[in-house]
């Protein structure tokens, strides 16, 4: 018969989180990804905090609301030809009299490729279940909550703004390009309607769930030579057990659901 080690309920575990949380600090992750047709660069952060502990048996920790900020520095190459033609003025020639051909120059602008760099942040709502996981490392079992999944991101109103964000990026990029001023609003328009909000979620979702999912959270450790009685004296030692298989599971025990270690012991 197994014994129980301990027993909490969500009160508890609900400031066990919030001291796991609060141990994360900053996460940050860099790569490249896709934004519409372009290929981005990007560093991103993040921090969590908030979230709700609800205990469901026999073994789900749920954690509502879990926040997410959010910080991202982005960069993609816009081949500005791509939205706007190349112009190409030809050769006009006038033959005026006593003077002979008087003849405009040619006159061929290609657009380049310039870089634009994005910086935005933002943040995110998510509910997420974590699952019991047991290990055994050096003598002691550590017992987490390991992420099982993120079911869906819910974005802030603002993280929209990042497609303006994206159009002021872009005005500036180009700035330096002579001739191209009446038509930076055309090719924003073009870019922005290419990326939409699809090509935005479609970025930030597989990045910022990197920051969640598989995430594990400390729960408690339990030494394997598990101390039942301490010490009372020189000749009284301390008395131990060996925890030899360590179990989690979430009972109902009313009126509270409680978190509930089991162990088989030996002397």
Excluded at 39 to 46: L, M, P, R
Excluded at 108 to 113: A, F, L, N, S, V
Excluded at 182 to 195: E, K, T
Aim: glycine share 10%.
């Amino acid at each position: 018969m197994s014994e129980i080690i301990a027993a909490i309920d969500e009160g508890a575990a609900q400031q066990l989180f919030d001291g796991a949380v609060a141990g994360i600090g900053t996460l940050s992750a860099s790569d490249s990804g896709s934004l519409g047709p372009f290929t981005v660069s990007y560093a991103a952060t993040g921090t969590l905090s908030n979230g709700t502990v609800d205990l469901i048996a026999p073994g789900t920790i749920r954690i509502a609301d879990l926040r997410l900020d959010w910080h991202l520095d982005l960069s993609f190459q816009l081949d500005i030809g791509e939205f706007i033609p190349d112009i190409h003025i030809p050769q006009v020639c006038i033959h005026i009299p006593c003077v002979g051909d008087v003849c405009t120059p040619r006159i061929d602008i290609e657009w380049p490729t310039v870089t634009v760099p994005v910086s935005f942040g933002d943040f995110l709502k998510t509910t997420v279940d974590l699952g019991p996981s047991l290990m055994l490392v050096s003598g002691v079992w550590k017992v987490e909550g390991v992420v099982l999944g993120v079911p869906n991101l819910q974005f802030g109103a603002s993280t929209a703004a990042l497609l303006t964000a994206i159009g002021l990026a872009i005005a500036a990029a180009v700035a330096w390009i002579p001739m191209i001023g009446p038509l930076v609003a055309v090719l924003a328009a073009g870019v922005l309607a290419a990326i939409g909000i699809a090509g935005l979620t479609g970025l930030l979702g597989p990045i910022l769930t990197l920051f969640i999912a598989g995430r594990r959270f400390p729960i408690t450790d339990v030494d394997e030579a598990y101390e039942i009685l301490s010490a009372s004296g020189p000749f009284d030692p301390a008395v131990h057990v060996t925890v030899e298989n360590l179990g989690v599971e979430i009972q109902h025990n009313a009126p509270e659901d409680e978190l509930v270690l089991l162990a088989d012991i030996k002397p």
